[in-house]
């Protein structure tokens, strides 16, 4: 892991609290779900939001992948590009905004190659 996501990960837990579901007891669980579908399927580039029945106002041109069951499945089907603004819409609980979106950019900027 890269030196300046690990002081995300070392800050985060006091930060948003040990029970949020983000952590599930594993503080590196996060990425390498997601870096999976990266890998095999590349950066998303296009909003398949209608797939989950949301309609895409093509507000963003920045695309990611989301986790249909939250069990982030090693399957194509547990996956789906949305664009920021329907990925953030379908994917997060409630308060949970800014560090979301940090680590989102960090994962597509600098940890996926
Ligand atoms: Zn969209």
């Given at each position: 892991m890269?030196?300046?996501?690990?002081?995300?990960?070392?800050?985060?837990?006091?930060?948003i609290?040990?029970?949020?579901?983000?952590?599930?007891?594993?503080?590196?669980?996060?990425?390498?779900?997601?870096a999976w579908v990266y890998r095999w399927y590349g950066k998303a580039n296009k909003c398949e939001a209608y797939l989950i029945?949301?309609?895409?106002?093509?507000?963003?041109?920045?695309?990611h992948w989301a986790n249909i069951s939250k069990k982030y499945l090693r399957i194509k089907k547990d996956w789906i590009m949305l664009c920021v603004s329907c990925h953030?819409?379908?994917?997060?609980?409630?308060g949970w905004t800014s560090w979301n979106r940090i680590l989102e950019e960090l994962i597509l900027k600098k940890d996926i190659k």
């Open positions: 890269l030196p300046h996501l690990r002081a995300v990960f070392n800050y985060m837990p006091q930060r609290g040990k029970n949020h579901p983000f952590w599930k007891g594993n503080k590196a669980s996060y990425i390498p779900k997601h029945g949301l309609t895409c106002k093509n507000i963003s041109k920045k695309y953030k819409i379908y994917d997060l609980p409630k």
